[in-house]
């Protein structure tokens, strides 16, 4: 006769507190720019046949220790890898336009000049978010602000961005009331934080931003079709 086994309790599993374990080792703890015109590939799923590079504007090391290729894009600066949206285009892979080489993952080097620079500067986890980075920006990219759904759009132009120690990422726009020297740098009194001030903020690379200064139709209406849905929800 066997020996009656007594029932082990039952596992509980805080599905709750596992995710929240994953998103931290997915946050950024430290950024590089990017100099050398590497470029994000992406397809539009309207376009199958058609290929498009954008900018990257830098490199993100994560907690996890993987390196992403970072461009700002709708309300963030976001890993390329992220895109893989059925409208707005997903990613294919990284591009030295240089050499025309296409690869999947960040550049030995680049992965080599974050993982020194993070071993450096012991990145530790705080309780309240704290500033461990400023870059400048690059590549003229503006931000499309939105605040109540009767004010004006307000296109502004991007003048940096801070890396926070929660791994979020927030771009620097200019007060214009409180500009007293040019040009502006990071650091400057004038400078704030886009979601401080702004309900939505939307980037688009220097060229879109002309197109809607010179209210191009086109890109007025595709802009409207883009932001609206989302805008309208928050109310």
């Not at 954008?54 to 976001?78: F, I, K, N, Q, Y």
């Not at 500009?179 to 979601?195: A, K, M, V």
């Amino acid at each position: 006769m066997g020996i009656p086994l007594s029932p082990r309790p039952a596992q509980v599993i805080d599905l709750d507190a596992m995710r929240q374990r994953q998103e931290a080792r997915r946050r950024l703890i430290r950024l590089s720019p990017e100099l050398d015109g590497l470029e994000m590939v992406y397809q539009l799923p309207s376009e199958p046949d058609a290929y498009y590079g954008m900018p990257l504007l830098a490199w993100g090391l994560r907690e996890d220790g993987h390196v992403v290729g970072l461009v700002p894009w709708m309300e963030s600066l976001t890993p390329c890898h992220h895109l893989n949206d059925p409208e707005h285009g997903h990613f294919i892979g990284y591009r030295d336009p240089e050499t025309e080489e296409l690869f999947e993952e960040a550049p030995d080097h680049k992965v080599f000049e974050l993982e020194q620079a993070a071993a450096y500067f012991e990145y530790e986890v705080t309780s309240e978010p704290t500033l461990i980075q400023q870059l400048p920006e690059t590549q003229g990219t503006h931000a499309l602000c939105m605040d109540d759904s009767d004010a004006p759009w307000q296109l502004k132009q991007v003048f940096g961005w801070r890396l926070y120690s929660d791994g979020v990422v927030e771009a620097l726009l200019a007060d214009e009331q409180l500009i007293d020297s040019t040009p502006i740098l990071p650091g400057d009194p004038c400078l704030y934080t886009g979601h401080s001030r702004h309900r939505v903020v939307y980037f688009f690379q220097r060229q879109i931003a002309n197109r809607i200064r010179r209210e191009d139709p086109a890109t007025l209406e595709a802009l409207a079709l883009m932001v609206m849905p989302d805008h309208q929800q928050d109310d």
